[in-house]
């Protein structure tokens, strides 16, 4: 059974920092695609940022400069560093690996 479970979001104050993680398992974590997704309310859900089982990152232009993200083979882990946060960074963080997707951790900015 696969899982990914998202955790990490919460509360911040415009300008500040968080870090996501998602751990997966019942896939071969370090041959896959990993992507974080977000939603905000009313939109459509957005790519924010891709790693590929190389190592190769890609980001929305929204976020480039800001967010990095990570993996852990060891871990199973995919991590998204958010720094310099704004308030329409405000969404619903999602994990997805091959056809996967996690619950979602839900990011509030505020100004």
């Known amino acids: 059974q696969v899982q990914l479970v998202e955790s990490g979001g919460g509360l911040v104050q415009a300008g500040g920092s968080l870090r996501l993680s998602c751990a997966a398992s019942?896939?071969?974590?370090?041959?896959?695609?990993m992507a974080w997704y977000r939603q905000a309310p009313g939109k459509q859900r957005e790519l924010v940022a891709g790693?590929?089982?190389?190592?190769?990152?890609s980001y929305a232009d929204s976020v480039k400069g800001r967010f990095t993200i990570s993996r852990d083979n060891a871990k199973n882990t995919v991590y998204l560093q958010m720094n310099s946060l704004k308030p329409e960074d405000t969404a619903v963080y999602y994990c997805?690996?091959?056809?996967?997707w996690g619950q979602g951790t839900q990011v509030t900015v505020s100004s």
């Open positions: 019942g896939i071969i974590f370090s041959t896959k695609f």
């Open positions: 997805m690996g091959s056809i996967y």
């Open positions: 790693i590929t089982s190389g190592g190769y990152t």
